[in-house]
């Protein structure tokens, strides 16, 4: 089944213990990027990539880091999680970096910082 | 920049009445437009999409959208609505550079169907 997947769904931390949540896609899709999802703001791009080893940043990427080893899994890393990173977070991927290629979203990951 | 305007972020309506959630974008030249749901607990999935070809695009689950141009708007329409639609829906724009890079999502529609 075609599938994007993330890892861990439900997260609870403590500021400044860095940590990952993994995404990855099963549909040798190139592109892929993370997005968080704020209430009244929809969602809003973290950090886009490509291809592999080709990442950039979305707009709101002040906090995070990504990498891209391979074209299947785009991590994104924490390394100080802070209170205002509190959200829920998707993974989304598709095959080309167009906006007419659909979309494809992980089920999300609910991050909780204390 | 382009932007996208959900009006009302809650909606509801009765079961078997018509669905109406309404988008505006905001863009110098027409864009590509978007609809996605994210159902409860999921990701976001698309609905539909205009991409310069026909204004009256239809989508998954009975729904379509027109694009009007003169109204710079994309409301999401469905003739009678289902409790499994209750949602949340998200338009979504690009500009015609048509990077997935440039996709700006709305604030979100919840909408609510009533038995």
């Known amino acids: 089944e075609a599938q994007v997947t993330q890892n861990p769904r439900y997260l609870i931390t403590v500021t400044g213990k860095k940590l990952t949540v993994t995404c990855s896609q099963n549909?040798?899709?190139?592109?892929m990027s993370w997005y968080r999802q704020d209430p009244g703001l929809g969602l809003r791009q973290i950090y886009y990539?490509?291809?592999?080893?080709?990442?950039d940043k979305g707009d709101v990427p002040e906090g995070y880091k990504v990498s891209r080893k391979e074209k299947r899994n785009f991590p994104l890393i924490l390394e100080s999680p802070s209170p205002n990173q509190t959200s829920l977070y998707f993974c989304?991927?598709?095959?080309?970096?167009?906006?007419?290629?659909?979309?494809?979203f992980g089920p999300g990951t609910r991050l909780t910082v204390l | 920049a382009q932007s996208v305007t959900q009006l009302g972020s809650h909606v509801s309506v009765s079961e078997g009445a018509l669905v109406l959630l309404r988008c505006n974008y905001s863009?110098?030249?027409?864009?590509?437009l978007f609809w996605y749901v994210q159902y409860p607990n999921q990701g976001l999935q698309l609905l539909l999409k205009?991409?310069?070809?026909?204004?009256l695009v239809k989508g998954i689950n009975g729904f379509e959208a027109e694009f009007k141009k003169s109204e710079t708007s994309f409301h999401l329409t469905k003739p009678s609505a289902h409790m499994s639609d209750a949602a949340e829906y998200f338009c979504?724009?690009?500009?015609?550079?048509?990077?997935?890079?440039?996709?700006?999502f709305g604030s979100g529609t919840q909408l609510t169907v009533l038995p």
């Open positions: 989304a991927s598709s095959l080309g970096g167009k906006s007419t290629d659909t979309q494809y």
């Open positions: 549909m040798n899709h190139e592109y």
């Open positions: 205009y991409t310069s070809a026909a204004t």
């Open positions: 979504a724009v690009s500009d015609l550079s048509g990077s997935a890079r440039q996709l700006t």
């Open positions: 863009s110098s030249v027409p864009p590509y």
């Open positions: 990539s490509m291809n592999v080893e080709v990442t």
